[in-house]
């Protein structure tokens, strides 16, 4: 871990998306950080000796969509999906698709295999609570949204 000073910056944007708004300045005390992204390997011991289970190899729960076909509630994630060329920006499903059996396990759904020829490759397929529930495991926490927009900008 390395220890990120802290320090003031302009949060947001008045520019792009309306959620960014408005630009707002923010004090971050210092905070430690990992060096490195999370790896599959490093993720797959966590699951391993934990027995858990990420949000996208879970069933949904049919009450939280009403009116969907069951039969249609089926563990997977959004897998990229390039394109030939530019894409209207207004429809994300231009580029990302909806697809079955998707996980940190197999990134790019049925057939592809992390954990077989990426231990080394950040873990990728995990949402908020998969990455809050390594964070506890490991006894480490996930930084605010502040202090990763902080590093991010190499303190600028």
Same mark, same amino acid.
Request: proline letters at 11%; one cysteine or more.
């Given at each position: 871990?390395?220890?990120? +000073?802290? %320090?003031?910056?302009?949060?947001?944007?008045?520019?792009?998306? +309306?959620?960014?708004?408005?630009?707002?300045?923010?004090?971050?005390? *210092?905070?430690?950080? &990992?060096? @490195? *992204?999370?790896?599959? @390997?490093?993720?797959?011991?966590?699951?391993?000796?934990?027995?858990?289970?990420?949000? $996208?190899?879970?069933?949904? !729960? *049919?009450? &939280?969509?009403?009116?969907?076909? +069951?039969?249609?509630?089926?563990?997977? $994630?959004?897998?990229?999906? %390039?394109? !030939?060329?530019?894409?209207?920006?207004?429809? #994300?499903?231009?580029?990302?698709?909806?697809?079955?059996?998707?996980?940190?396990? #197999?990134?790019?759904? +049925?057939?592809? &295999? @992390?954990?077989? &020829?990426?231990?080394?490759?950040?873990?990728?397929?995990?949402?908020? !609570?998969? @990455?809050?529930?390594?964070?506890?495991? $490991?006894?480490?926490?996930?930084?605010?949204? $502040?202090?990763?927009?902080?590093?991010?900008?190499?303190?600028?």
């Amino acid at each position: 871990m390395v220890l990120v +000073p802290g %320090g003031d910056l302009l949060m947001g944007s008045d520019d792009f998306y +309306p959620e960014e708004r408005p630009a707002h300045r923010v004090r971050v005390s *210092p905070f430690l950080l &990992d060096r @490195a *992204p999370v790896t599959v @390997a490093q993720f797959a011991r966590f699951v391993e000796q934990t027995g858990y289970v990420t949000v $996208a190899e879970r069933r949904p !729960d *049919p009450s &939280d969509y009403p009116g969907v076909d +069951p039969d249609l509630l089926v563990p997977g $994630a959004l897998v990229f999906t %390039g394109s !030939d060329g530019p894409v209207p920006l207004h429809d #994300a499903s231009r580029w990302w698709t909806w697809t079955p059996g998707a996980s940190w396990r #197999a990134p790019e759904g +049925p057939g592809s &295999d @992390a954990t077989a &020829d990426r231990g080394d490759h950040p873990v990728t397929q995990v949402c908020h !609570d998969d @990455a809050t529930a390594y964070a506890r495991w $490991a006894g480490r926490r996930l930084p605010t949204e $502040a202090e990763h927009e902080l590093a991010a900008r190499g303190g600028s």
